[in-house]
């Protein structure tokens, strides 16, 4: 009988050793152990005896005899590593002895065991669903997370068949959490499939449960190979690499971009910033480039993509285009205080943060940016990123991303990231005027005040405060 186990990722491949990234791009061969470890044991003496426990198991005290040799109905039978994904996701014993498994009783009276380490790509809820036939459990991080005892078979769609075999964990990329699948079969078929799935993964179910699942073997492994030192250890993020190697420092590193592949990123390492993990999608010097009307906000595009540095240019990488994210983060090279969103003194430049930009939910930037309107974070003033840097006037006091006025009289305003003003009365957005804007801030701008530019803070009259007034380099990052 079998037991849904719906983790919500599909292995691409059940009994190869080869584990397949984000994009499909193969990673290296484990040189340092295996992926899974397993024990099989012969239960019920191996004809149904119930001396030791019952013959239907209903309960984890009974089910922890069935992997304890000290009870006489109990036998190890083989043991095992393997690099092979087939011992979490089988149907009929005859799966696993085809493959060098060895199953005894004829695939009656057993009990399977399978231990391993799993290594999310991503940082946020992961969705495990067990699926076997009979009892199973399945064990997390030290925690029984989903148990499902009693006789039953493989659920052809387990989500909807009980509550009990799913189950939601929180957890950081590149962290490693022991886990243990455990499951037992008395009579008749039998199987064992582990499935999970992360925020990222989407789809509406067809066809069955295991439908809406993306494969990926890669988060099951043992060793510390995906540190983005090279092409071939290419990383899912920096923030993976971050949690995984525990590395301080800042540089160029190997991205396993979603659609491209390896992929060398800036990347910002250092603990100071937040915790660190960040991956630069672009930067901007004193110019008209990255305007709001520019198409690489929106558009899938590249703009010297080999500039690996944060020296003063021009650029747009595919970090931007592919990369879905949930934390922004910009600094101002050129704007030499120390302050803002975060206390950066190590960079001596201000700083702007936005943790969930698009509520939580992980995004690609153009995909945000070509969808949201007006999307409102708070009053301006109290936005930390403000500070002393920014002008500002009395009215909207908008803070968020996707900004535009009303446009009266001509006057239209936009900011992709950044402020709206204005001094005509009505108090906080929605409610102040916003048919004109005098003073213009922020990232990504274009108004009829002040003119176009890539990023900065401009006055065109009638501020109570006066910032930088001018134009600004900055540099993007996501995490």
Avoid at 204 to 217: C, D, L, R, V, Y
Avoid at 318 to 346: C, E, H, K, Q
Wanted: glycine share 12%.
């Amino acid at each position: 009988m079998r037991v849904a186990l719906c983790i919500a990722f599909l292995f691409w491949s059940l009994a190869s050793s080869a584990q397949l990234g984000l994009s499909g791009v193969t990673a290296p061969n484990r040189s340092t152990g295996y992926a899974l470890e397993y024990f099989i044991y012969s239960t019920h003496g191996g004809n149904g005896a119930t001396t030791d426990y019952p013959a239907l198991i209903s309960n984890k005290t009974d089910f922890d005899k069935l992997f304890n040799t000290s009870y006489q109905t109990t036998r190890l039978h083989s043991v095992g590593k393997t690099n092979s994904m087939l011992p979490l996701d089988w149907n009929l014993y005859t799966k696993l002895t085809g493959a060098g498994f060895s199953i005894p009783n004829n695939g009656d009276y057993f009990s399977f065991m399978v231990k391993g380490l799993f290594t999310p790509l991503e940082t946020g809820n992961y969705t495990f669903c067990l699926n076997a036939d009979d009892a199973c459990d399945f064990t997390f991080d030290g925690s029984v997370v989903i148990s499902y005892y009693g006789a039953h078979g493989i659920a052809v769609n387990p989500i909807s068949n009980s509550n009990t075999n799913i189950a939601t964990v929180s957890l950081v990329a590149g962290k490693s959490y022991p886990f243990t699948v455990r499951m037992h079969e008395g009579g008749g078929e039998e199987g064992l499939q582990l499935y999970w799935k992360n925020t990222s993964t989407t789809g509406a179910e067809s066809g069955g449960f295991k439908k809406i699942f993306t494969q990926h073997a890669a988060e099951i492994n043992i060793d510390k190979l995906l540190d983005g030192s090279s092409a071939v250890y290419a990383a899912p993020s920096a923030e993976y690499i971050k949690n995984k190697t525990g590395t301080n420092t800042d540089g160029v590193y190997w991205i396993n971009l979603p659609n491209v592949g390896p992929t060398q990123i800036y990347c910002i390492m250092n603990s100071a910033v937040d915790g660190g993990g960040w991956m630069m999608m672009m930067k901007a010097t004193r110019g008209t480039t990255f305007q709001y009307s520019s198409s690489h906000w929106t558009s899938v595009t590249t703009l010297n993509p080999t500039d690996l540095t944060r020296n003063d240019a021009d650029a747009k990488y595919n970090t931007m285009n592919y990369f879905a994210g949930r934390d922004l983060l910009a600094l101002w090279p050129d704007i030499n205080t120390v302050g803002g969103s975060l206390s950066l003194t190590a960079y001596n430049c201000w700083a702007w943060e936005q943790k969930n930009f698009n509520n939580g939910i992980k995004i690609t930037p153009i995909n945000f940016w070509s969808n949201v309107s007006r999307l409102f974070f708070s009053d301006a003033n109290n936005f930390a990123g403000k500070g002393s840097i920014f002008s500002s006037q009395p009215d909207v006091r908008f803070y968020g991303f996707n900004f535009y006025n009303d446009g009266g009289s001509g006057l239209a305003s936009r900011t992709r990231w950044g402020f709206g003003w204005n001094e005509n009365g009505g108090g906080l957005y929605p409610n102040g005027n916003m048919l004109s804007d005098d003073v213009t801030g922020g990232i990504g701008v274009t108004s009829d005040r002040v003119g176009s530019y890539s990023a900065g803070d401009y006055v065109a009259c009638c501020q109570n405060a006066t910032g930088i007034n001018r134009t600004a380099r900055v540099e993007v990052y996501i995490r």
